[in-house]
Structure formats: structure tokens, C-alpha cells
T-cell receptor, first 113, second 111 residues
């Protein structure tokens, strides 16, 4: 998994509660990404980061925020979780020397009841 | 509209048999195309990358082809093994490094 860990790996929460997912990398890559994966959809980009405190929105960013205060950590926050945010969330990194390849973490399965 | 479509959605084959997965895309401008393998409960892992000028590329028992004129790619798996059971995802990348993911083909190899 290219030195990428995600925590938690599984979480069940209730509608309206805040949730934060963490992505941690050990290799100091600049680019980090958050995706969600749902049945019938390809992976969809939520947010990405191109450096500390540098982030931008992806295709499905509504209801999500991100923060990157350190190179190694990229946090995804659901301010008020909804059932439509039940999904599997993947973090990915892009190596600086190979801009065409993304390496994915193991995923976080989030269930919002 | 930029789209990546894969077929079939799912496939069951006997161990030792060959199979071919298809990917059609309308993404533009095209830079390259990747096939990823995703085991159940894991993140996707890159299998192979195809650039505009490449027609065929092999990675062990996996062979990817690309026809940039018809915007089609295929992934051929020979002598399938139980460990090939996974989802296979086609990803098309633009010149601006935007990624467009297909929904994947779920392959099940049975003994």
C-alpha cells in the first residue's frame, strides 16, 4: 500500500454526527487524494491536496472538508454525516516522480445510520 | 461528457481458462490508460499503463491492448488462477492529470 494507512478502517455512526477520517503516508509525497467508492459508480474524487495547507475540491466535495497541516497527514471531515455518505473511502498518493500513478490506501468503510 | 464504460459488469470463469475484459472511453484529451486490480476489502493496485502510442503491453499473465482510434482497451487474463478473483478497474487519465474511473468488472474464478 505504498506506506499509506487509513484510520479507522471501519466506522458506524449516526446521522448528524461529525466524523473525521485520517490518511497517513510515510514517504512525504506532495499530492494526496480522497475518493469514495459506491456500487454502480467508479471511484469519485472528493478533495485533493498538493501540499501543506493547499487543497482543492473534487467532483463530489459537498458535505466534506479536508485539512492538511502536515505533509504526512490528510484528514477528511464530514461535518454532519448523512446516510448518503455511507461509502468506502480511499486515500491515495501520487509520487512526485511518477505523476501518472496513484497508490491507494486500504480504505475506510463508513456506515451512517 | 467524459465517460469510461466497462463490460461485462461481472464474470465467472473456471480456473485455468482465459478471459477478456473490455473498456470503452470518451475521455479527452487522452494521456494514458491504466488497469487496476482491486481485491475485496483492499485498495486498487495498478496492473499496467498504456500510453497513446502503445498497442499492447503484458505484465505476466495480464495483457492489455489499446486502440486509441476507437477508444477501446481490453485486459486479457490467461490461465486464470483463483487469486485473479477481484474487480478490475479501467482508468483513463487526461493531459491535465484528471482521472476518470470505470465502474469495474467483477471477476470470479472458480475451481
Amino acid at each position: 500500500d505504498a506506506g499509506i494507512t487509513q484510520s479507522p478502517r471501519h466506522k458506524v455512526t449516526e446521522t448528524g454526527t461529525p466524523v473525521t477520517l485520517r490518511c497517513h503516508q510515510t514517504e512525504n509525497h506532495r499530492y494526496m487524494y480522497w475518493y469514495r467508492q459506491d456500487p454502480g459508480h467508479g471511484l469519485r474524487l472528493i478533495h485533493y491536496s498538493y501540499g501543506v495547507k493547499d487543497t482543492d475540491k473534487g467532483e463530489v466535495s459537498d458535505g466534506y472538508s479536508v485539512s492538511r497541516s502536515k505533509t504526512e497527514d490528510f484528514l477528511l471531515t464530514l461535518e454532519s454525516a448523512t446516510s448518503s455518505q455511507t461509502s468506502v473511502y480511499f486515500c491515495a498518493i501520487r509520487q512526485d516522480r511518477d505523476r501518472d500513478t496513484q497508490y491507494f490506501g486500504p480504505g475506510t468503510r463508513l456506515t451512517v445510520l | 461528457k467524459n465517460q469510461v464504460e466497462q463490460s461485462p459488469q461481472s464474470l465467472i470463469i473456471l480456473e485455468g481458462k482465459n478471459c477478456t475484459l473490455q473498456c470503452n472511453y470518451t475521455v479527452s484529451p487522452f494521456s494514458n490508460l491504466r488497469w487496476y486490480k482491486q481485491d475485496t476489502g483492499r485498495g486498487p493496485v495498478s496492473l499496467t499503463i498504456m500510453t497513446f502510442s502503445e498497442n499492447t503491453k503484458s505484465n505476466g499473465r495480464y495483457t492489455a491492448t489499446l486502440d486509441a482510434d476507437t477508444k477501446q482497451s481490453s485486459l486479457h487474463i490467461t490461465a486464470s488462477q483463483l487469486s485473479d478473483s477481484a474487480s478490475y478497474i479501467c482508468v483513463v487519465i487526461t493531459g491535465a492529470n484528471n482521472l476518470f474511473f470505470g465502474t469495474g468488472t467483477r471477476l470470479t474464478v472458480i475451481p
